[in-house]
């Protein structure tokens, strides 16, 4: 599969993505499959890219991260300048990611309160009617 050129059929099983999905990536310049007529056929660059773009949508980065993290990689000026980069958007998306969590726990705990809240009045109500039966 290293140099083997890939339909559009066999990047989606092989992704676990929709044809959808592909043509939204190229349509975003972000994916540049090779065209036969009408077939789109994926390279091996395409099957990295692509594998960066869903790894990078799985931690919440946005398209145009994405697009940033992705144009390091087709520089000339060697490997040291895309680590420092992407480097730096990481720990940017690490340090977003943190602050939602922490939100994220803010408003669970709030939330726990609140149903616990509920639940000892509900049991008032129940104790209630029980009492006038």
Known sequence: MNDELLTIRQMCDAFGVTPRTLRFYESKELLDPKRE?????YTR?????????????????SLEQIRQLLSLYDTDDGKEQQHREA????????ADMRRQRADLDEAIAELEQQLAWCEEKLAQFASAAQGRQ
């Open 37 to 41: 007529g009408q077939r789109r056929l």
């Open 87 to 94: 480097y730096v958007i990481g720990r940017e998306r690490l």
């Open 45 to 61: 660059r395409d099957r990295g890219r692509l594998t960066l773009i869903l790894r990078a949508k799985r931690f919440g980065f």
